[in-house]
């Protein structure tokens, strides 16, 4: 396998997922191992795509923060919320603003737990500032190249 075709996991390579349409405001994406989800307009009870934004930013950063706690005690709780305010600006059209991720995690009383609490925020500020590509690569403000080709 080449790099270009490597996907998923944590290590570097080219990652690709493929949209198909389904009917007005509905699509499935697909990548490579043969994963789908569906999206769509917000008419339906599908994911929006700026709703995955979110989740992949909550997403990324709980698999960084979970990877890093969890090596030293199994959490009882483990919830993230991502949110944000969609808004349209005539000089940067339409964006989020005020991106906001919120890890709320319980630990077990003990040794474990206590190491694992003293882990938790600095892996929080590990997660934004070097490991979670996702939010990493909003912050960063990446540049996105479109094309158009006929089918």
């Known amino acids: ?33 043969g994963g789908t989800i569906t999206i769509g307009d917000g008419s339906t009870d599908d994911f929006t795509p700026v709703e995955l934004l979110l989740a992949a930013i909550a997403g990324c950063s709980a698999v960084d923060v979970d990877h890093i706690t969890s090596r030293r005690a199994e959490p009882d709780s483990f919830v993230v919320v991502a949110e944000g305010d969609k808004v349209s600006t005539p000089e940067r059209g339409n964006h989020m603003s005020d991106l906001e991720v919120t890890f709320r995690i319980g630990f077990p009383e003990g040794e474990g737990g206590d190491a694992a609490r003293a882990a938790f925020p600095r892996s929080v500020v590990q997660s934004r500032d070097r490991l979670c590509t996702v939010s990493r690569t909003v912050q960063l403000g990446t540049p996105i190249e479109m094309s158009a080709e006929d089918a």
Do not use: Q
């Not at 997922?17 to 007005?24: F, H, I, K, S």
């Open 1 to 33: 396998m080449t790099d270009e075709e490597t996907t998923g996991g944590t290590g570097p390579g080219h990652r690709s997922v493929e949209l198909t349409r389904l009917a007005l405001g509905r699509y499935e994406i697909g990548n490579v191992r």
